[in-house]
């Protein structure tokens, strides 16, 4: 009896990535279906004045056909506004700083993308991501970092469940992106020389400032010093993120002055007069909504932490908080840790394993 080839359903961008990670599971011989997910359609707010999902989905279409796989495509545009790009509109009112890709991930490739996988009979689903699965003896799936140190994105995969990892791919996860491209070239990939994506997952290229703007209503405010004296004006506390330098309207000093904090009380943004000023640093911080891939087997527990994608991880404790803290997180970091900006997502790593995370709380400043 010949056995039948896994089926798995790829996400496919039209960019170069996903089109190896196509192309390898189709040599590696499973039964592959292209997915483009359409998420994005307005054409206002883009500095190219359009949306290039069409493009994107033509490039998509020319690699499928190559491979001789079909291609489906997916319109999640409704659900990508509320659950992703409202998501954050609101958070950023809250004055948090949020990271729509990691909710991309969450709500979208392997929400709604997986949902379709499974009602197709997939067993699998498959993306261009840098980063790997490793499966152990009991079927558990451990979420590892990329090979390309450069392009790991393992960060922005922490919100996926252990039920989804165990039924996804990541084809190009043990390869560099120059071998990547090399690849694309050797299997005459029409996008093999295209440009990585750049700007919000799934919408573009964009002035990201001008774009809260047109849907966030400005509240300008006081801009203050840590004693509270007044230095300026700010556009709204939505647009500023904590240890920004860039951007202040702060009359009559040169010096280079960084947000330390936002007072939404008051709607006041705080700075202060040099980078390496105590005020930036935390030694602590609270961490909610956490996801574990793979929980740890004891509380207190030791790991690394990454606080911003591609920085490198810090060592700390993690700590159950209070009953009354709602099962929160507090993540205490061997050494201070410069700008903790709340919303940012505080991802967990043993070794090249990512075993989950969650969003960094708002901070009191000591």
């Known amino acids: 009896m010949i056995k039948k080839k896994p089926k798995v359903l ?13 192309a390898l599971l189709v040599q590696a011989g499973y039964e592959v279906i292209g997915g483009f997910i359409k998420n994005w359609s307005d054409t206002k707010d883009l500095w190219t004045g ?10 998509a279409l020319r690699v499928a056909a190559r491979l001789d796989i079909p291609l489906l495509t997916f ?3 409704k ?3 509320k659950r992703v790009l409202d998501r954050m509109f609101a958070e950023y009112e809250q004055g948090l700083t949020p990271n729509p890709d990691v909710l991309c991930n969450e709500e979208i490739k392997f929400g709604l993308f997986f949902e379709e996988a499974m009602k197709a009979g997939c067993e699998f689903v498959a993306t261009g991501h840098y980063a790997r699965v490793k499966r152990d003896r009991t079927g558990s799936a451990h979420l590892l970092k990329g090979a390309d140190p450069d392009k790991d994105q393992s960060y922005f995969l922490h919100r996926v469940s252990q039920k989804v990892l165990r039924q996804t791919l990541f084809p190009i ?4 992106k120059a071998r990547v491209r ?6 005459k990939l029409s996008t093999a020389s295209k440009p990585d994506s750049q700007g919000i997952c799934f919408v573009g290229k964009l002035d990201f400032h001008d774009f809260l703007r047109k849907r966030i209503k400005s509240k300008p405010g006081k801009i203050v010093d840590e004693h509270g004296a007044i230095l300026g004006q700010h556009d709204g506390l939505d647009a500023y993120t904590i240890g920004q330098r860039t951007g202040l309207k702060v009359s009559h000093d040169q010096r280079a002055w960084y947000v330390v904090a936002k007072d939404r009380n008051k709607n006041q943004l705080i700075i202060v007069p040099d980078r390496e000023h105590p005020l930036l640093y935390q030694k602590q911080a609270t961490v909610r909504g ?3 891939i793979v929980p740890p087997k004891k509380m207190p527990c030791k790991i690394d932490a990454a606080i911003r994608y591609r920085q490198k991880p810090e060592k700390a404790r993690l700590i159950l908080c209070h009953s009354s803290e709602g099962g929160n997180l507090r993540l205490e970091f061997r050494h201070p840790v410069w700008a903790l900006a709340p919303g940012q997502s505080a991802v967990f790593y043993r070794g090249t394993e990512c075993l989950g995370g969650g969003f960094i709380s708002e901070q009191s400043l000591h």
């Open 10 to 22: 790829v996400g496919m961008s039209g960019g170069v990535d996903s089109s190896v990670a196509a």
């Open 50 to 59: 359009e949306c290039a999902w069409r493009g994107e989905r033509r490039d």
């Open 75 to 77: 319109d999640f545009e």
């Open 79 to 81: 659900e990508y506004r």
């Open 173 to 176: 996860g043990h390869l560099k």
């Open 182 to 187: 090399k690849l694309a070239e050797q299997l």
């Open 290 to 292: 956490v996801n574990w």
